[in-house]
């Protein structure tokens, strides 16, 4: 599982980071295809494993805004099997609405992935074990955490290129709160926000670190995500084997300062690489899809290129 | 799973009928809760998954709910006996047993014991514990936070306070909700003094959250001056714990946003809530069977064991009258 990916390192001693940019313009396109080649440049251990994809399902969205598109959930998963991997299912907690069901039947994730009883996992809903954390970013400590996410040997964060209008843009990292279980903690799972977001991201992920992550910027989000924002067309589908690298990324594309984004720049010490000197770029170069993202006003600080 | 119903491989249009009529409701659901009882008493979310204080409080709701047939008798002793053994020293109840520290959970627990009879000693112990749980938000100091940092994030009244998902957080609008809906249930004999000025407290806190132009989220009705977009259910549990107030203005525009909103509605647990919040108003409300048919037939409620005892309650709600307390409007 996950939980063995957790080590910590300095950024000095951990081996540079692989994230590959890949064009695509449209969730109408071979999104497997596309995915399946890039990915066979990772040379992932995946023969036997069981895979786990942690996509964003926020609300039911029938606009295709605010979730991962199901056609992004649904060509990892065949990618991931066709690589080897034992079993791939996809499981969610999402962080306001209690009606899973509601969510996932609205974007029809059912017409990318088949039967979803025994492949979907709510994770508000599962077993859960209680996980001592890490590191001591917050107060937290210790969290119950799901029994499907501790199971698992190779976890995918899948999010939506989005900004967030507290800490900037929520990407595979932030991602993770998803896997805190409602079940215990409510909806909203209030007790991160207490505790301190960008603390809480921290704790979680140096817990259960992804192994993997794909961002689907294929129509992104901006203004004031994650759930009140504007489409933003990106034609992106970024992915790499170090969480922090591909958000950074993703920030750089979005016309972002990752530095700047509080809980990157701090995750960039001990749970992956933030300097591009450190992220081996395979496919397309950030220059060529780089699209700005609007931003809150209180947010202006963040952008590239904006005085710090 | 599938009990009483024609079998699904077999059983084609008879299978789809079976759904579709209402046996769904008759066999299914009462079979389905039955049998997937905890060898401990409890009930888990799912089948044979540990057993949960939520799941275990919503399932002897939806069983008390139906006439007390003797085959039910010792089902509900043996979940009122889970409840009573998972109840923490301090009158509260967690989220799973063995946790150390109660949360919302303590509302349904103790409604559910209330509402099935008996064991007033616990009721009262978990009563007094929800009284003293005040949310971290509303404190002079937090006030005082909120003030000097100018915050223009959200646009609410903080100085009113409900009741939170877990200690030591904020106000949102279910957990205040479901407190309400046990304070609403109970004898007023029962009630310390201290009761009244927290029902009033909470009740204004909900109208204060209450989205522009009706209906509920968890709780953030405008952020950044945008209007949040209500849910199903949310609205649904802020209007089952105000139905005392039924002709108040927003209560019917929010019943008037959820009317509208049924028909969209792709998931049993919303479905049967925004059903049975409805009904208990008295507003006219389609049959559920046909909807809940062809959900089940795509996902079998993904099997799960709160949307089944949800489904129980929408279902005994079913042509119900308005004008009911708030416990009643949710168990008959």
């Known amino acids: 599982m996950s939980l063995a990916n957790s080590r910590l390192l300095p950024s000095f001693n951990r081996p540079p980071s692989c994230v590959a940019i890949v064009r695509a313009q449209s969730y109408d396109l071979d999104l497997g295809a596309l995915l399946f080649q890039a990915l ?4 992932l ?17 029938p606009g295709g805004v605010v979730n991962t598109h199901p056609a992004v959930v649904g060509a990892a998963r065949e990618c991931f099997l066709r690589l080897g991997a034992e079993s791939v299912r996809v499981a969610e907690g999402p962080g306001h609405e209690r009606d899973t069901e509601a969510i996932v039947e609205t974007i029809r994730l059912r017409d990318y992935l088949g039967p979803l009883p025994g492949l979907f996992v709510d994770l508000n809903l599962d077993e859960v074990h209680p996980i001592t954390l890490q590191t001591r970013a917050s107060k937290l400590r210790e969290l119950y955490l799901p029994k499907t996410v501790l199971e698992a040997d190779f976890v995918v964060s899948l999010p939506k290129l989005k900004t967030h209008h507290w800490v900037g843009a929520t990407l595979s990292l932030k991602n993770m709160f998803g896997i805190v279980p409602g079940c215990c903690y409510g909806w909203p799972k209030n007790i991160l926000h207490w505790a301190g977001i960008t603390r809480s991201i921290l704790d979680i992920n140096s817990t259960v670190r992804p192994d993997f992550a794909i961002v689907d910027g294929i129509v992104g989000m901006e203004g004031n995500g994650p759930i009140q924002g504007i489409a933003k067309p990106s034609g992106v589908l970024i992915l790499g084997d170090d969480p922090v690298a591909v958000d950074a990324t993703c920030a750089r594309v979005m016309g972002l300062a990752p ?21 081996r770029q395979l496919g397309e170069s950030i220059a060529s899809v780089r699209t700005p993202f609007a931003v ?11 005085g710090a | 799973m599938d009990g009483m119903l024609p079998s699904e491989n077999g059983g084609g249009e008879a299978y789809r009928e079976a759904v579709n009529s209402g046996q769904l409701a008759n066999t299914y659901c ?15 979310y799912h089948r044979a998954s540990p057993s949960s204080v939520e799941a275990t409080s919503w399932v002897l709701m939806a069983l008390t709910s139906w006439s007390q047939a003797p085959a039910l008798t010792e089902t509900c002793a043996r979940g009122h006996a889970w409840l009573l053994q998972a109840q923490l020293p301090d009158g509260s109840w967690p989220a799973f047993p063995g946790q150390r520290q109660g949360c919302w959970t303590t509302s349904l627990a103790s409604l559910a014991l209330h509402l099935q009879g008996g064991s007033p000693e616990a009721v009262v112990r978990g009563l007094n514990w929800l009284l003293d ?15 000097l940092a100018r ?37 007023p004999g029962l009630l310390p003094p201290r009761a009244a000025k927290r029902q009033r407290l909470a009740e204004r806190m909900l109208y204060d959250r209450m989205c522009p132009g009706g209906g509920w989220n968890s709780g953030n009705p405008l952020v950044y001056g945008v209007a949040g977009v209500p849910r199903i259910g949310p609205t649904a549990w802020a209007l089952l714990a105000l139905i005392d107030q039924p002709q108040r203005a927003e209560n019917q525009m929010s019943l008037d946003w959820l009317a509208r909103a049924y028909a969209g509605i792709r998931g049993a647990t919303s479905l049967a809530l925004a059903h049975r919040c409805l009904a208990a108003y008295g507003r006219q409300v389609p049959p559920l069977a046909p909807a809940l048919g062809e959900l089940y ?35 008959s």
């Open chain 1, 40 to 43: 066979r440049e990772f040379d």
């Open chain 1, 45 to 61: 251990p995946l023969r036997g494993k069981k895979v786990l994809l942690k996509p964003n399902f926020v609300e039911p969205d």
């Open chain 1, 259 to 279: 530095e700047r984004i509080d809980y990157l720049a701090k995750a960039g010490t001990l749970l992956g690489h933030l300097k591009p000197d450190k992220i």
């Open chain 1, 296 to 306: 809150l006003p209180t947010l202006q600080k963040l952008v590239a290129g904006n």
């Open chain 2, 30 to 44: 009462r079979h389905f809760l039955i049998t997937n009882q905890n060898p401990d008493g409890g009930w888990g």
């Open chain 2, 133 to 147: 749980a005040w949310p971290a938000d509303g404190t002079l100091w937090w006030r005082l936070r909120q003030f």
């Open chain 2, 151 to 187: 915050s223009a994030v959200v646009h609410q009244d903080i100085s009113l306070r409900g009741w939170s998902w877990t200690p030591g957080t904020a106000s949102w609008v279910e957990p205040t909700s479901h407190a309400l809906l046990l304070l609403r249930s109970l004898p």
């Open chain 2, 297 to 331: 037939l795509q996902n079998r409620f993904f099997e799960s064991v709160l949307a089944v005892a949800w489904i129980a309650l929408a279902w005994g709600g079913e042509g119900s009258r308005a004008g009911k307390t708030a416990g009643e409007s949710l168990t």
